[in-house]
């Protein structure tokens, strides 16, 4: 049986680690620094210069670019690898279409071509489908059904409810639902989704999981998922990194004064930055972790608090907020308008800064011992 490497990793004994990555367009460049900077701390643990995240990792999901990322990952490509491939990336899939500056394109058009995209995640995951034996580790993917309002966590392990009905959609397939950002790229049409039933995606952000740690958490240990990994501080290890946040605000004048479509572009970055807090809220409140931030001034870090009396998950959460006084603290001065070209996810032009701050915020952040000895695994010679 093809599946047999992947169940045996899944199944065998013993503490299971898990990786989860936001989304948020080129600003998965960030994401990649955190993604380097790991690997190279384990190949010096582990004296492997070959080493790959999939190596260490059980279970990998991600959103967006986040999903990007995951796929590729779980194919064993390491993280230099992914980020060459991430510089052509931005460039190619972020060109607007030529009609697309007027008025009227806004409007009623995707701002970018998807071919481009498209082409690239052909390139790197060829024919793929979801089962595929190469797929080295537990792979997840986050896709919202436009046609249904469902979320769906697209998983590659056997046993669960959907698998035989999902296991030969194409991985690239997979991957371009998770990015259809609406305004940026158009949904993505699948004629048979499983049992000749059509359906339309948009990217798994338009929910409450472009940050997908807590939904990964999940898929690791709920019935549903057939994963069933077992809870404990010492027994599962979740590992979250961000592609750079921000909140998107306006003085009190301008408010007054803000029209619907102003309401509709700062509420929804709002919206999707209350519900990366509210995931890393309760994961602060079930874990024990040593990256854990103050979350607002009247919880805290929550670090006196286990919501079941004891932590049930070790946790790790990497991210920089992409505001002038954070990206001073570790050592990158840049103006107001520099930092606020910074937060838009599309933009071709912020490709290097991006490269930097995500290499020099890891070098910042990411430490050996954030890894726990007890979550140590054999990953060969």
């Given amino acids: 049986m093809k599946h047999d490497g992947l169940l045996h990793r899944l199944k065998e004994p013993g503490p299971k680690r898990i990786l989860a990555l936001d989304g948020g367009g080129i600003r998965g460049l ?51 690898e992914i980020r060459e491939m991430y510089l052509t990336l931005g460039r190619e899939a972020f060109r607007p279409r030529k009609n ?45 059904r436009a046609d249904t309002g469902s979320v769906w966590v697209v998983l590659n392990v056997p046993g669960h409810r959907f ?15 998770s990015t259809a950002a609406p305004i940026f790229f158009r949904p993505k049409f699948f004629a048979d989704v499983g049992e000749g039933e059509e359906a339309v995606f948009v990217d798994g952000a338009v929910s409450m999981h472009n940050n997908p740690a807590l939904q990964l958490l999940m898929v690791a240990t709920l019935q549903g998922y057939a994963i069933r990994w077992p809870l404990g501080e010492n027994k599962l290890f979740l590992c979250s990194i961000g592609t750079g946040s921000y909140t998107r605000l306006a003085g009190k004048d301008a408010l007054k004064k803000f029209s619907n479509l102003h309401w509709l572009a700062m509420l929804a970055t709002q919206l999707m930055k209350d519900s990366c807090e509210l995931n890393e809220t309760i994961l602060q409140w079930i874990s ?45 001065r840049y103006n107001a308008r520099a930092v606020e070209k910074l937060k838009n996810m599309s933009e071709v032009k912020n490709i290097s800064e991006l490269d930097r701050i995500g290499s020099v915020a890891a070098e910042k952040q990411v430490f050996e011992e954030h890894f726990p000895r007890v979550f140590d695994r054999s990953v060969g010679n």
């Fill in 30 to 80: 960030v994401s990649i620094g955190y993604l380097a900077r790991i690997e190279r701390l384990l190949r010096r643990r582990y004296r492997k210069p070959d080493l790959v995240l999939s190596d260490y990792f059980d279970l990998v999901g991600g959103t967006s670019t986040g999903a990007i990322l995951a796929t590729l990952l779980a194919l064993g490509q390491s993280a230099e």
């Fill in 100 to 144: 697309w500056f007027g008025p009227l394109g806004r409007v009623i058009g995707a701002k970018f071509d998807e071919k481009p995209l498209e082409d690239l995640l052909k390139e790197h995951l060829g024919q793929r489908k979801l089962d595929s034996a190469d797929v080295k580790v537990g792979l997840v993917i986050i896709i919202k």
């Fill in 163 to 177: 698998y035989e009905m999902n296991r030969k959609m194409l991985l690239w397939e997979i991957v371009r639902s």
């Fill in 288 to 332: 024990m972790s040593p990256t854990a931030r103050d979350i607002d001034r009247q919880i805290g870090s929550l670090s006196e608090d286990h919501f079941a009396g004891k932590p049930l998950v070790s946790y790790l959460r990497y991210n920089i907020e992409l505001e002038q006084a954070s990206l001073e603290q570790i050592g990158l």
